[in-house]
């Protein structure tokens, strides 16, 4: 790694990839690549996107530190005047954070996490940005997510204090990067219940089919498909009237799964239900197997949208495992 003196201190050359979807991907690229072509010119950094008919694509950004955090502040910025323009004919007052996903090699998290989450908190309390580092690595490689959420502001100071702990602690070993997989077919839904195909896609597979589909209990709205509303308004809907309030009463909503698979969803001492619950807001409830039967069932409390939002990161699980993915 070559490094070199700017005015700002120690400035060295390294490359950041970010895991976007679909449509973030095109917000970034922009009509006819205008947007992207202006970010690398006025960053100065190099910005790849990675090909392939995926509903995840992999972002790569490589140049000098400055140039990097001019780009990741390019980038916060236009998710957040998405957020912004998707936000001008909906009822919601309360603007979601600007989320990004870096993907980081595995060996590095620990440095990142610290001793006791000591360093996770320190960089928490220091830039206002909320991060989360990924408990399992990604599909087939030896990355995890990490997500950073908040204010433009502080999303790009989350970023620059990610890159020191990174320079200070280079990767052990030879990393596998990750590559998300083409779409396929979906999970399927059968009633209440969840029928894992096994040639059924990877969860990012999932949440393409979703982003065409309308979830359960949804309410017209203005957005161009369920999560998207989902995620900027905290509503959800299936049509492109507009917005309106998910209904706030709380219901339930049960699923059955099979008892070989309901590890998966639990995860190492609860650690992935946990996850799962603090996401979507619902209160999640697995019932004591039953002797002589071969499925679990699984009560999802909650507004219609943390339900449906709960289904989605249950069923992500369920397609990964089958898949013989890796978990996410």
């Given at each position: 790694m070559e490094s070199k003196v700017s005015e700002g201190g120690l400035n060295v050359t390294l490359t950041i990839r970010l895991l976007m979807h679909g449509k973030e991907v095109g917000s970034i690229i922009g009509k006819k690549g205008e947007t992207v072509k202006k970010m690398r010119e006025?960053?100065?950094?190099?910005?790849?996107?990675?090909?392939?008919?995926?509903?995840?694509?992999?972002?790569?950004?490589?140049?000098?530190?400055?140039?990097?955090f001019k780009a990741f502040a390019m980038i916060a910025y236009?998710?957040?005047e998405d957020i912004i323009n998707s936000m001008s004919n909906s009822p919601?007052?309360?603007?979601?954070?600007?989320?990004?996903?870096?993907?980081v090699p595995a060996s590095q998290c620990g440095s990142l996490i610290g001793k006791g989450g000591s360093k996770i908190k320190e960089i928490r309390e220091s830039t206002g940005a909320q991060v989360q580092v990924a408990g399992d690595m990604l599909p087939n490689s030896t990355e995890r997510a990490v997500t950073i959420s908040g204010t433009p502001d502080a999303i790009i100071q989350c970023v620059k204090q990610i890159?020191?702990?990174m320079l200070e602690s280079p990767p052990k070993g030879a990393t596998?990067?990750?590559?998300?997989?083409?779409a396929s077919t979906p999970v399927i839904f059968s009633g209440g219940q969840v029928r894992a195909d096994p040639l059924a896609a990877s969860a990012a597979n999932l949440?393409?089919?979703l982003q065409h589909q309308p979830l359960p209990e949804m309410q017209d709205c203005k957005c161009q498909n369920a999560l998207q509303c989902l995620h900027n308004s905290g509503t959800v809907c299936h049509s492109t009237s507009r917005c309106m309030d998910a209904n706030p009463q709380a219901s339930t909503h049960e699923l059955t799964i099979p008892n070989d698979l309901i590890g998966c969803i639990i995860g190492r001492q609860g650690t992935k239900i946990n996850e799962i619950r603090q996401m979507s807001g619902a209160q999640i409830k697995i019932a004591n197997a039953m002797e002589g039967s071969a499925e679990r069932q699984i009560s999802i409390t909650g507004s219609p949208a943390s339900i449906s939002l709960a289904q989605y990161l249950i069923n992500a699980r369920l397609t990964s495992e089958v898949t013989g993915m890796g978990t996410l």
């Amino acid at each position: 790694m070559e490094s070199k003196v700017s005015e700002g201190g120690l400035n060295v050359t390294l490359t950041i990839r970010l895991l976007m979807h679909g449509k973030e991907v095109g917000s970034i690229i922009g009509k006819k690549g205008e947007t992207v072509k202006k970010m690398r010119e006025e960053s100065g950094a190099r910005i790849n996107i990675s090909e392939g008919n995926c509903p995840e694509r992999i972002v790569t950004i490589t140049g000098p530190t400055d140039a990097i955090f001019k780009a990741f502040a390019m980038i916060a910025y236009k998710f957040e005047e998405d957020i912004i323009n998707s936000m001008s004919n909906s009822p919601a007052t309360s603007k979601p954070p600007v989320t990004l996903r870096l993907v980081v090699p595995a060996s590095q998290c620990g440095s990142l996490i610290g001793k006791g989450g000591s360093k996770i908190k320190e960089i928490r309390e220091s830039t206002g940005a909320q991060v989360q580092v990924a408990g399992d690595m990604l599909p087939n490689s030896t990355e995890r997510a990490v997500t950073i959420s908040g204010t433009p502001d502080a999303i790009i100071q989350c970023v620059k204090q990610i890159c020191v702990v990174m320079l200070e602690s280079p990767p052990k070993g030879a990393t596998i990067p990750y590559r998300p997989k083409p779409a396929s077919t979906p999970v399927i839904f059968s009633g209440g219940q969840v029928r894992a195909d096994p040639l059924a896609a990877s969860a990012a597979n999932l949440s393409l089919l979703l982003q065409h589909q309308p979830l359960p209990e949804m309410q017209d709205c203005k957005c161009q498909n369920a999560l998207q509303c989902l995620h900027n308004s905290g509503t959800v809907c299936h049509s492109t009237s507009r917005c309106m309030d998910a209904n706030p009463q709380a219901s339930t909503h049960e699923l059955t799964i099979p008892n070989d698979l309901i590890g998966c969803i639990i995860g190492r001492q609860g650690t992935k239900i946990n996850e799962i619950r603090q996401m979507s807001g619902a209160q999640i409830k697995i019932a004591n197997a039953m002797e002589g039967s071969a499925e679990r069932q699984i009560s999802i409390t909650g507004s219609p949208a943390s339900i449906s939002l709960a289904q989605y990161l249950i069923n992500a699980r369920l397609t990964s495992e089958v898949t013989g993915m890796g978990t996410l």
